[in-house]
């Protein structure tokens, strides 16, 4: 079993909708939890860090849920520029564990 | 700002060559970690390192090695090149939680 799992997709949503994004991972005693944008061929680079309380940025939310092993990310009012691939990452002690990502589209 | 260098954006090399990636951070960071990014597999570990001279195996170390000789470099070294190593290298730093990408490293072997 993956560490961390997400729906692939591609998600192909048009501006201005709301698209959700989950993930889940394996390690019960994972601590710290992040969502990264890259783009393109680009590398990753850091887009939130996600707590048990749910935290916001402007149009991105996200939230975790401990007890079921699972992250999530909300973007509302998609622009074009959101297009990219999301990657859900885990931390467990020194190592990080990343999902193969989420890839967005957002359509004029 | 953070900076992660990778010593180049894009290589070719020959089946059997030794190949040698190399890394620097510039934050003084404990932590430095080498991936490779493969379409549909995603970000996978090779090495990484918390201290000078000090490394650990990741999930996928065969066929390769790494040296940390100084606190903010971070040597990948392929010992033979092979075709199915051919993929994209990334460097990563961390402090505590959040990593610092490097630009990656294309590589194709021929």
């Known amino acids: 079993r993956k560490e961390v799992e997400q729906d692939p997709g591609p998600f192909n949503v048009p501006e201005g909708a709301t698209v959700a994004f989950n993930c889940t991972y394996s390690n019960s005693a994972s601590q710290s939890f992040f969502w990264y944008r890259q783009d393109g061929r680009k590398e990753p680079k850091l887009l939130m860090s996600v707590y048990s309380s749910g935290n916001e940025d402007g149009r991105f939310t996200a939230q975790l849920n401990r007890a079921s092993q699972y992250i999530s990310l909300l973007i509302r009012d998609s622009k074009l520029s959101d297009s990219a691939t999301y990657l859900c990452v885990v931390n467990a002690g020194n190592q990080f564990y990343f999902g193969t990502g989420t890839s967005l589209t957002v359509i004029p | 700002d953070v900076k992660v260098t990778q010593s180049s954006r894009y290589l070719v090399k020959r089946t059997g060559e030794k190949v040698f990636l190399e890394c620097v951070q510039d934050?003084?960071?404990?932590?430095m970690f080498w991936y490779r990014q493969d379409p549909g597999l995603g970000l996978r570990l090779i090495y990484f390192?918390?201290?000078?001279?000090?490394?650990e195996k990741g999930d996928i170390p065969e066929g390769y090695s790494v040296s940390r000789e100084k606190k903010e470099r971070f040597s990948l070294i392929l010992e033979s090149a092979s075709t199915n190593q051919t993929s994209m290298y990334l460097c990563?730093?961390?402090?505590?939680?959040?990593?610092?990408f490097g630009p990656g490293t294309r590589l194709t072997v021929l």
């Open positions: 990563a730093s961390s402090f505590f939680d959040e990593q610092f």
């Open positions: 934050m003084d960071h404990e932590n």
């Open positions: 390192s918390y201290d000078v001279k000090m490394k």
